[in-house]
C-alpha cells in the first residue's frame, strides 16, 4: 500500500485508541487473509483438447498388442479364403491359447488380438447364426471355441482381449443384401461381446476384394452397440472411431504423428493413407494411430515362410512405438494350433533387445535443469527432475506463457549415446510441434544432434553416437505451454539404424565421437533445481 504526505502539516491527527485498535485489528487480518491466499500451491495447466478417454489410454500404455490370424486359411495355406473350405479342415491337434497369452506376455504385450471370423466366414466360435464355424469342425469333435479358449486364458493372466470380426464375408448368402447382413453381422457381434467377459478393442476394416458384391455397412449401428455392450472397448477402423489405422501394413507411422484427427474427413476404406499416417493437428477428435505389421510375408501361418529377424523387428518397434502409435504385430499360430518355435525365438531375441537398450536411462545421473518452472523453482509438482520417473503421470511444466522452453541435463562427466527417448502427459493433450535436442561439445557450445516435429505418448530419436557432458531438449513450437513426462537417453549398438540419414560432411569430432557443428555459442545454464 502505498502511503501518501499530507499536503499540510495541520492534516495530522493523533488517532484514539479505539481507532488504533480497529486499524491493528484490520492490518493483521488483510495480513492473515493474503498470506492464507498466496500459499495455496499453483494448480496444474488447463488441458488442451482433444483429449484421451480412459480406454484410449488404457489403450495406449499398453504399447504393443500381438494379433493372432489364425482360422482355416492356416490349413489351405492361403490368404484370403474363398468361404468354401469345408469346415473339417480345421483341426488344431495341439491348439494351446495359454501358450499364445503366455509369448505375449513375456514379451511386453499386453494385449492380443484374433481374428474371430475373417473374409471367408468362418467362425472361431460356435455361432447360433450359421454352421460355417467350430461347431462344424472335427476339432474337439465340434464341441470346441477358441474365442472361449483365449478369452479365459487372457483372463487367468491379466492380458487384454480383443477381436476381429471382418465385415466382409465370402461364405454367408445374405452378404449383400443391406438389411439382412447388418443384422446378421450385429447378432454375431453380440455373441462375442456378451459371451466372454470383457473385450478391450473390437477390430474393423474395410477390406473387401475387387469385384465382390455391393454392400452397405451400418458402421453407426456396429459402433453404438459394441460401446453399449463392452463400454470399456476401444474401436479400430481406418476412420476411428476411438483408433484409427496408421495407413499401412509395414508397421511405420510418419515422423510427424498427432493423434489429433477429424473423424468426418475419414471413412472405412476410403481414408486418404497420408492424413491416417500424420494425423491433423488442427483435429476435433482423439484418435490415435495402430500400426498393423505381420512378422512373417503373410498374416496367416504358411508352412514356407519365415519370421523377421529381432533386428527387424526393433527397427520397426522404433517407427511405431516410437512415433506416437501402438505396434501389433500379427503372430499366426501354426496348424497344430501352437505359435511356432522359431517366431517365439525371435520375439524373445526382440525383448532382449529392447531391454539392452532401454532398461537403464543414462538421464539418472544427470543433475536436471530448466528454463523455468511452473510454481516456482521450489513447486516440485512440476519440477524438471520428474522428468526422470517412468511414466506419463507426473510432468514437467513451464512457467505460462514464459518460453524459451528448455530442460538440461548435466551429465557432469563425459557420457556416449545416440537414442533419446520423449513423452508427453497425452492426458493432457497432445503439445508438442516442433523440437530439438543439442548437445555440449568440445568448445562448450552446443551443437544439434536431431530436430523433430511430434512427441506425443512416445518417441524414440537416433542419430551418430556422440560422447558429451550436456544435453538440451528445446522445445519450438507447442499448441500450448510444453509438458514433458519422460525423458530417457540410452545406447543402442545393434539397430539397423536406417532412421539416421547424415551427411558426414555436416560433422565434426570431438572426444572420438560425432555431432553436428556448432549453431549456438556461450548459451547461460540455469541454477539446477
Not at 349 to 360: A, G, K, P, Q
Amino acid at each position: 500500500m502505498e502511503i501518501k504526505k499530507p499536503n499540510h502539516p495541520h492534516q495530522y491527527h493523533l488517532p484514539n485508541p479505539t481507532r488504533i485498535t480497529f486499524i491493528l485489528i484490520t492490518i493483521l487480518s488483510h495480513s492473515t487473509t493474503t498470506t492464507t491466499t498466496t500459499s495455496f500451491p499453483k494448480p496444474p495447466p488447463i488441458p488442451i483438447l482433444p483429449l484421451p478417454t480412459s480406454h484410449q489410454l488404457s489403450w495406449q500404455l499398453s504399447e504393443m498388442a500381438l494379433f493372432l490370424h489364425f482360422g482355416t486359411n492356416t490349413f489351405t495355406d492361403t490368404e484370403w479364403g474363398t468361404g468354401q473350405a469345408d469346415p473339417s479342415v480345421f483341426n488344431p491337434t495341439r491348439l494351446n491359447a495359454t501358450q499364445w497369452v503366455t509369448v505375449a506376455k513375456e514379451n511386453g504385450f499386453s494385449r492380443v488380438i484374433l481374428t474371430a471370423k475373417h473374409h471367408d466366414g468362418f467362425c472361431l466360435w460356435p455361432s447360433d447364426y450359421t454352421d460355417y464355424c467350430v461347431r462344424s469342425s472335427n476339432w474337439r469333435n465340434g464341441s470346441g471355441d477358441v474365442v472361449g479358449d483365449l478369452a479365459m486364458a487372457a483372463r487367468e493372466n491379466g492380458v487384454q482381449l480383443g477381436l476381429y470380426l471382418s465385415p466382409w464375408d465370402r461364405h454367408e448368402g445374405v452378404y449383400g443384401k443391406t438389411l439382412e447382413y447388418n443384422e446378421y453381422y450385429m447378432a454375431q457381434m453380440t455373441e462375442l461381446l456378451t459371451r466372454y467377459g470383457n473385450v478391450n478393442e473390437v477390430w474393423l476394416d474395410g477390406a473387401k476384394g475387387e469385384g465382390e458384391k455391393d454392400m452397405e455397412y451400418f458402421f453407426e449401428n456396429w459402433f453404438s452397440l459394441i460401446h453399449q455392450l463392452q463400454p470399456s472397448a476401444v474401436i479400430f477402423s481406418d476412420a476411428g472411431p476411438d483408433v484409427r489405422w496408421v495407413g499401412d501394413e509395414g508397421g511405420y507411422a510418419s515422423t510427424t504423428c498427432w493423434s489429433l484427427f477429424n473423424c468426418s474427413n475419414a471413412a472405412i476404406g476410403n481414408t486418404d493413407s497420408r492424413y491416417s499416417q500424420g494425423g491433423d493437428q488442427l483435429g476435433h477428435d482423439w484418435v490415435p494411430p495402430e500400426c498393423d505389421v505381420s512378422i512373417r510375408p503373410g498374416w496367416f501361418w504358411h508352412p514356407s515362410e519365415s519370421p523377421k529377424s529381432a533386428t527387424e523387428l526393433l527397427e520397426l518397434y522404433y517407427n511405431s512405438v516410437g512415433r506416437n502409435c501402438l505396434l501389433l504385430l500379427n503372430v499366426p499360430p501354426n496348424s497344430s494350433g501352437l505359435i511356432s518355435e522359431e517366431d517365439v525365438k525371435v520375439l524373445r531375441e526382440f525383448t532382449d533387445l529392447r531391454r539392452s537398450i532401454f532398461s537403464y536411462n543414462l538421464a539418472k545421473t544427470a543433475i536436471v535443469s530448466a528454463s523455468s518452472t511452473r510454481g516456482g523453482y521450489n513447486d516440485t509438482r512440476f519440477a524438471a527432475r520428474l522428468i526422470l520417473d517412468e511414466g506419463i503421470f507426473t510432468y514437467w511444466a513451464p512457467n505460462k506463457n514464459k518460453s524459451p522452453w528448455e530442460i538440461y541435463l548435466d551429465f557432469q562427466e563425459p557420457v556416449s549415446f545416440n537414442v533419446v527417448q520423449i513423452q508427453e502427459p497425452i492426458q493432457m493433450g497432445q503439445r508438442i510441434a516442433m523440437f530439438h535436442v543439442d548437445v555440449v561439445n568440445e568448445d562448450g557450445g552446443w551443437s544439434e544432434v536431431f530436430n523433430g516435429t511430434t512427441v506425443g505418448y512416445r518417441r524414440l530419436l537416433r542419430f551418430q553416437m556422440v560422447k558429451t557432458h550436456g544435453l538440451r531438449l528445446v522445445i519450438d513450437k507447442a499448441r500450448a505451454d510444453p509438458l514433458v513426462a519422460y525423458l530417457g537417453v540410452h545406447v543402442d549398438t545393434v539397430s539397423i539404424n536406417r532412421a539416421v540419414k547424415c551427411n558426414t560432411s555436416l560433422f565434426s569430432n570431438f572426444n572420438g565421437s560425432q555431432v553436428l557443428h556448432q549453431i549456438v555459442h556461450n548459451h547461460t545454464r540455469v541454477s539446477s533445481i
